[in-house]
Structures are given as C-alpha cells and as structure tokens.
C-alpha cells in the first residue's frame, strides 16, 4: 500500500547482495500499467529521491506515450 501511495517501490539485496532497485509503473489511461520504469542502485543512493524522480518521469512518458 505505500508503495501504490507514493508511485514508486524499493528492495534491496532482494536478487544481488549489495544491489537495490527502484521501480515505477508507466501509467495507461485505463489505469493498468503499459510499462515499468527500473533503476539499480547502489547503498549510497537516495532511494527516496530517486523514486520521487523516476515516478514522474513514468508519468511524463505516459503522457508522450498517449496513455497517462
């Protein structure tokens, strides 16, 4: 629920010890997702701002894509 609430989700050492990722949906008129946005990121790395970013770029593009 808080990752549908803030437009983006996190994990960390999930698949690779030491890797993260964070992931937005691409937003599609009817509601479903057209796409997923993923960055991989490091232990250093903000995933705060880095999901506040790339959930706006997800909606940016599906704008340009005709879907969001």
């Not at 437009?7 to 949906?25: F, Q």
Request: proline share 6%; hydrophobic share 55%; net charge negative.
């Amino acid at each position: 629920r808080e990752a549908r609430a803030r437009g983006w989700a996190a994990s960390r050492d999930e698949v690779i010890t030491g890797v993260g990722s964070v992931a937005a949906p691409v937003p599609a008129a009817a509601g479903m997702p057209v796409a997923l946005a993923v960055v991989f990121t490091s232990p250093a790395v903000d995933e705060e701002a880095v999901g506040a970013e790339l959930a706006a770029a997800a909606r940016r593009l599906g704008a340009v894509l005709g879907e969001g």
